[in-house]
C-alpha cells in the first residue's frame, strides 16, 4: 500500500537559511522582529510596546523601529481563521487591571452549549464531555479579533508590515539574525515582471516565530537547531463557512459521529462545531484528523454532507453561505511539543509549536500567552544586552510554569488514543477527562499523518452535488474565501510530481481548494500531479501529507474578513 511519505517532496529545509547578503547599510534594522501578525505574534508585539512605554531608555536602544511584526497576507487578519470560542483568561493577562471583556470585538459569551452525536437522519443529544464545556468562554471572528489586536499593538509602537513574507531564517555564527522576505512580481518561471521588488534582509537582535500552524521558517528552525520533540506533529484539517441566517442561533453546538465513519481502518476522527456569530450570521466548521486512510476523503465535501443533515440543514434554513476558508490544526499535543521553544536569538510560539488543546478544541489563550512570555523574555535578554540561548531560555521556564503546560500536559495522549478507533480512543479520552490527565497511559507514539498507508474506497460517489445554495463545489468555495493569489506567479507548492495514482487521488481529495489534479499515467502505472497553486487557500494540509507548501508572494491567498 503506498504511503504519502514514500515520495518526499524536493524541498531541504537547508535552502531557507542564509547568511544575510544585503550589505550591511541596506538592511532594515529592528529590535524585535515577530513573524506573523495572528494572537500569538501581535500579542507579543502588544507586551514589547507595554514594557518599553515603561522603559523608554529601552526603546530608544532599539533604535528607529523598536518592534515589527511581519504578515504574509494582505492585512492582519486576513488569514485568520478560528472557531473562535475564546477562553479570555490570556486577555486579562496581557491586558492587566483595567481589562474588560466587552472593549474587544467580540460576539458575546457562550449563550448554552449541545452535543450531538450524529447518524445520517438522527442526532442524539449527549451531556456535553468536559472537555467540550464552553461555559465562561467568548464568541470571536479570529480574523476580526486579529485586526483589532493588530491596532492595539501599532499603537504600542509596533511597526506592521503586511504583504510580507518571511522566507528564509537569516543565521550567522549559529545566531538567528533575522529574516530575509520573499520576492515580489516574478513570474511563473521565476523571471523579473515590471513590477519587481527583491526581498530585504530585516535583522534583529530577537527574531520571534509566530507563524501559526505549518509555519514555514518554524519548520526550518526546528531541523536547522535540533529543536524537534521526541514524538512527530500531527495536524487535523479544518473547512468551515460563515453563513447569514434567518434565525439566530441560542448556543454553540458540537457534533460527533457522521459523516464521519467509525471503523478503525479509516482512522477517521474529528467532529463539527457551530457556533453563533451574533443575532444574524453562524459559523459552522468540520474538523478532521490527517491521519485518515481514505484516498478518496475531502473534508471539503464532507462539510458539504454534513450540511444536509435535517437538525443542520434546519439551523442554515432561508440563510445565505458568505464566506469559506480551511487551515490546518496541530493536533500532536504534549508529547510532539519541541524539546526547547528557544535558540540563540530567536524564540518559538503558539500554534507552530504545537500549542493546541485539541480535545477543547482550543489554541488562542495559549497563543497569546506565549506570545506574551516571549516578549518579557526577549525584553530581559535585551535588558542584560545579550541574546545568546541562555538569556533567552528563561521563555521556556516561564512556558512550563504557565496553564499552558499544565492543560496541555493533562490532555497529552488525548489525540494519539484515537488511532485506537472511534469506541476504544473514546473510552480511553473519558478516563483520562475523568481523572484529569492521571491516568497513566504511557508515552503513545505518534505516527506522522503522512506514513498512514492508503486505501481507496468509492467514498466520493455519496459526497451531495453542488447545488449553489446550500452545497457547494470547491471553486465556489475558494472565490467565497476572496482569495487574491496572482495566477502567474512562482509555484509556492512542492511535491513529488510522478505519484501512484492513490497519492496522486489522496492529495486532489484532500486539497479544499482544488490545486491538485491527477493527470496523465505513465507505462510504469505512476500519474503525473497537474498543480494550480494559485487557488490555494495556504491551509498547509499538504504539509501534513507529504509535500511542503512555502509561502507565496506576500499578499497572495484568502481574504478573510469573518473566519
Ligand atoms: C477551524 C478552526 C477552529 C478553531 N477553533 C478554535 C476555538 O474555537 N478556540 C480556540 O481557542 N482555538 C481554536 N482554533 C485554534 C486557533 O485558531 C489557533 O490555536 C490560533 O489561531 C493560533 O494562533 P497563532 O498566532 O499561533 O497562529 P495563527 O492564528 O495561524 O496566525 C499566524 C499568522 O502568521 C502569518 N504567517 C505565517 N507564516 C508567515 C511568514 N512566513 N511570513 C509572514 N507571515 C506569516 C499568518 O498569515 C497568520 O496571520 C481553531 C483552529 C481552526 C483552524
Ligand atoms: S495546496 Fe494549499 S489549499 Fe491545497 S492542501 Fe495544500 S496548502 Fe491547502
Not at 443542520?312 to 458568505?322: C, D, F, M, Q, V
Request: with cysteine; proline share 7%.
Amino acid at each position: 500500500m503506498a504511503r504519502p511519505s514514500n515520495f518526499p517532496p524536493p524541498f531541504s529545509a537547508r535552502d531557507y537559511v542564509a547568511e544575510p547578503t544585503d550589505p550591511a547599510d541596506e538592511r532594515i534594522e529592528v529590535g524585535v522582529l515577530v513573524v506573523g501578525a495572528g494572537p500569538a505574534g501581535l500579542a507579543c508585539a502588544i507586551r514589547l510596546g507595554q514594557l518599553l512605554e515603561e522603559h523608554p531608555e529601552m526603546a530608544e536602544r532599539l533604535g528607529e523601529v523598536p518592534v515589527a511584526v511581519l504578515e504574509k497576507g494582505k492585512q492582519p487578519g486576513s488569514h485568520l481563521l478560528s472557531g473562535a470560542v475564546v477562553d479570555p483568561k490570556a486577555f486579562r493577562h496581557l491586558f492587566g487591571e483595567r481589562f474588560r471583556m466587552h472593549d474587544l470585538p467580540s460576539y458575546g459569551p457562550v449563550p448554552g452549549e449541545s452535543v450531538y452525536v450524529l447518524t445520517r437522519n438522527a442526532a442524539w443529544p449527549i451531556p456535553p464531555p468536559p472537555p467540550m464545556r464552553n461555559h465562561g468562554n467568548w464568541i470571536f471572528s479570529l480574523s476580526q479579533l486579529g485586526r483589532f489586536l493588530a491596532e492595539r499593538a501599532e499603537e504600542g509602537g509596533a511597526m506592521i508590515l503586511p504583504e510580507t513574507a518571511a522566507e528564509k531564517l537569516l543565521v550567522s555564527h549559529g545566531r538567528v539574525m533575522g529574516v530575509r522576505t520573499g520576492d515580489k512580481g516574478r513570474n511563473r518561471e521565476g523571471g523579473e515582471l515590471g513590477n519587481f521588488e527583491a526581498g530585504s534582509d530585516l535583522v534583529a537582535k530577537v527574531t520571534v516565530l509566530a507563524e501559526g500552524t505549518q509555519g514555514h521558517l518554524t519548520g526550518v528552525a526546528l531541523d536547522r537547531f535540533s529543536l524537534r520533540g521526541e514524538e512527530p506533529q500531527v495536524w487535523e484539517l479544518a473547512v468551515k463557512e460563515v453563513w447569514k441566517v434567518a434565525k439566530p442561533l441560542d448556543r454553540v453546538i458540537h457534533t460527533l459521529g457522521w459523516p464521519l465513519r467509525t471503523g478503525k481502518k479509516f482512522r477517521e476522527f474529528g467532529g463539527s462545531f457551530i457556533y453563533p456569530l451574533g443575532e444574524d450570521m453562524v459559523t459552522i466548521g468540520l474538523v478532521v484528523g490527517l491521519d485518515y486512510r481514505d484516498a478518496a476523503l475531502s473534508v471539503h465535501d464532507l462539510l458539504q454532507e454534513l450540511k444536509t443533515h435535517p437538525k443542520i440543514r434546519k439551523i442554515l434554513a432561508g440563510g445565505e453561505r458568505l464566506e469559506w476558508g480551511a487551515k490546518t490544526i496541530p493536533s500532536g499535543g504534549f508529547n510532539s511539543l519541541p524539546r526547547e521553544l528557544h535558540a540563540p536569538g530567536l524564540l518559538l510560539c503558539g500554534d507552530g509549536v504545537g500549542m493546541v488543546n485539541v480535545p477543547r478544541l482550543k489554541g488562542i489563550h495559549y497563543a497569546i500567552e506565549s506570545g506574551r512570555l516571549a516578549a518579557e523574555a526577549a525584553f530581559r535578554a535585551l535588558q542584560r544586552g545579550e541574546t545568546p540561548a541562555s538569556a533567552l531560555s528563561s521563555y521556556d521556564e516561564a512556558v512550563r510554569d504557565s496553564f499552558i503546560w499544565s492543560d496541555l500536559h493533562e490532555v497529552r495522549n488525548m489525540r494519539q488514543v484515537f488511532g485506537r478507533g472511534f469506541f476504544v480512543g473514546g473510552a480511553l479520552a473519558s478516563a483520562m477527562t475523568m481523572s484529569k490527565g492521571r491516568v497513566e497511559l504511557g508515552k503513545m507514539a505518534a505516527e506522522p499523518d503522512a506514513d498512514q498507508p492508503l486505501l481507496v474506497t468509492d467514498r466520493d460517489a455519496s459526497y451531495p452535488a453542488p447545488d449553489g445554495k446550500l452545497t457547494f463545489d470547491k471553486l465556489s468555495s475558494v472565490f467565497a474565501s476572496g482569495n487574491k493569489t496572482r495566477d502567474d506567479q512562482p509555484n509556492h507548492i512542492q511535491i513529488e510530481r510522478r505519484v501512484p495514482r492513490e497519492v496522486a487521488q489522496l492529495w486532489a481529495h484532500m486539497c479544499p481548494a482544488q490545486v491538485y489534479e491527477v493527470g496523465r499515467e505513465d507505462a510504469d502505472g505512476t500519474v503525473m500531479v497537474d498543480l494550480a497553486p494559485s487557488n490555494c487557500v495556504q491551509c498547509g494540509a499538504i504539509t501534513a501529507k507529504g509535500g511542503r507548501l512555502t509561502p507565496p508572494e506576500g499578499g497572495s491567498g484568502p481574504e478573510y474578513t469573518r473566519t
